[in-house]
């Protein structure tokens, strides 16, 4: 006779292989209530909790499929050490999984290169470089993910300790290692070499580099489709036509949630850090509640909103999340959510709390779109970064947008103007700090001395005092520029510079 937990076996694995993850998770919690004692499916049901959010039943699962000695620990370790870093803002365990990790494969290359990232997070140039250095002379065979991680560490150490002059021998160790392997990585060592020579002032091969890494990026993902973008916002705006009514944005005891979004590198993280300097602001990074939301429970979103009630059941969820991450939030008045794209979703959050207060970073146009063409963004979240005439089309939807979003809002969201700030600090920062209720602090603006972690490509940029060299950038590219100049003009961006004036 057949034992039911074969039949029950294969039904999970194949739930597991076609992505169905609550069925997954239910058949794997109904396959563990039979065969306890199976590793493999400790593991896969930590795999699909992750996937679900559920990160703290994540983590137990994982710790059973390590208790009953699975194959390869140290990939265990790895995944625990990427919930407590990217999803339970916990350091310190992220790097003491890490480490469980090394202790079991000293070589272990994802391990190496993730402690690298953690320290650079954190701000630790030395710690990092050393994780980075032993990834790279390791003596472990260089199969292809090996290889792959290498040239990650490779263009991280380039940025830590970038060339000196145009005849660095680290430039052409650039150019070759991204000469072959995988296209993701090949792209990654050109996004570092056009950042080395634009620091050099050689402006045209580090345009050259970018170029090619972007031609690398849009062969390996997919593609900006123009007309489902412009489709999205026309179903957005008619979701939301209507200003929401001003109501509390918290419970009891937490603190508010303050939304910071725009345009990707429109000066987000340097607002956050920014306010991470006064005592009554925890700064929460990019927090994933609300895409999750959009995602999943709420798909297809806009749509799904016609008629739904369960705003105050999700308003309350999400502010649980945010206790439950930081604790210490509850003597601060506010606790930030600073995700970019979220200006997708102001509909969503003025859904959830009408009185919640937005700040929307904005940022030259022809210095925002350079700037997206030299970070190597995830073509999943981000396509349309890879191509100047995309980036221009985005950017005009965009503001269509948030030209909706002002009127759906209004006092409370606030245009943040990265170029006005860097210029004369103090005023932008009184009227920000006007907008929160909050009093002067001088530690405001002493930001890039604050002990914590930063979790975005800016990271190395709010360690350092407010600067203004990235204002104007544009002005050393124009040559190159037209497609981009074109294309915001053609989307309605009318604020778009002449690309021969000085």
């Not at 709420?298 to 008629?307: E, N, R, S, T, Y």
């Amino acid at each position: 006779m057949q034992d039911p937990a074969d039949s029950l076996q294969r039904q999970a694995n194949l739930l597991l292989q076609q992505g169905r993850r609550r069925e997954a998770i239910d058949a794997h919690q109904r396959l563990l209530a039979l065969r306890p004692r199976h590793a493999g499916n400790w593991y896969n049901l930590g795999y699909l909790l992750k996937g679900e959010g559920l990160y703290e039943q994540a983590l137990q699962a994982y710790g059973k499929a390590l208790a009953l000695g699975i194959a390869q620990p140290e990939e265990i370790h790895l995944n625990r050490a990427v919930i407590y870093s990217d999803n339970l803002r916990r350091d310190s365990d992220a790097e003491r999984e890490l480490m469980a990790a090394l202790a079991i494969a000293p070589d272990y290359a994802p391990a190496l290169l993730n402690l690298g990232n953690l320290f650079e997070e954190r701000g630790d140039r030395e710690q990092a470089a050393r994780f980075y250095q032993r990834l790279l002379t390791s003596s472990d065979a260089a199969d292809g993910r090996t290889l792959s991680l290498r040239q990650s560490a490779l263009a991280r150490m380039a940025h830590l300790q970038p060339p000196r002059s145009a005849d660095d021998p680290l430039l052409a160790r650039l150019r070759q290692s991204a000469a072959a392997g995988d296209r993701g990585e090949r792209a990654n060592l050109l996004f570092s070499l056009g950042r080395a020579y634009d620091a050099l002032g050689e402006y045209d091969p580090a345009f050259e580099a970018f170029r090619d890494a972007n031609a690398l990026v849009r062969a390996s993902g997919p593609r900006y489709d123009p007309g489902l973008m412009e489709r999205s916002a026309d179903a957005l705006i008619a979701a939301f036509p209507a200003r929401a009514a001003e109501a509390s944005a918290t419970m009891p005891g937490s603190a508010a949630p303050l939304f910071i979004c725009g345009m990707f590198r429109s000066g987000s993280t340097l607002v956050e850090q920014v306010l991470a300097g006064h005592p009554q602001v925890i700064a929460g990074g990019e927090l994933d509640y609300l895409p999750r939301l959009a995602g999943g429970p709420l798909a297809p979103f806009p749509q799904a909103m016609v008629g739904w009630n369960g705003a105050n059941a999700q308003a309350a969820d999400y502010l649980a999340h945010l206790k439950r991450l930081f604790p210490q939030a509850d003597s601060a008045t506010y606790v930030t959510d600073k995700r970019p794209d979220n200006f997708l979703l102001i509909g969503l959050i003025k859904h959830l709390f009408p009185g919640a207060k937005i700040i929307h970073t904005t940022r030259n146009p022809l210095d925002n779109g350079l700037s997206l063409f030299m970070q190597h963004l995830d073509p999943r979240v981000a396509a349309y970064a890879a191509d100047l005439s995309d980036i221009g089309h985005y950017y005009g939807q965009y503001r269509r947008l948030m030209t909706h979003w002002a009127g759906v809002c209004g006092s409370s969201l606030l245009h943040f103007d990265y170029d006005a700030f860097v210029t004369d600090p103090e005023p932008a920062l009184a009227r920000l700090l006007d907008f929160l209720g909050l009093d002067r602090d001088a530690r405001c603006l002493q930001f890039h001395q604050l002990d914590n972690t930063v979790k975005t490509a800016s990271y190395w940029q709010v360690r350092r005092p407010l600067y203004g060299e990235a204002s104007g950038r544009w002005r050393h590219y124009r040559r190159h520029l037209a497609p981009l100049q074109q294309a915001l003009r053609n989307g309605g961006v009318m604020d778009v510079q002449d690309l021969s004036a000085p």
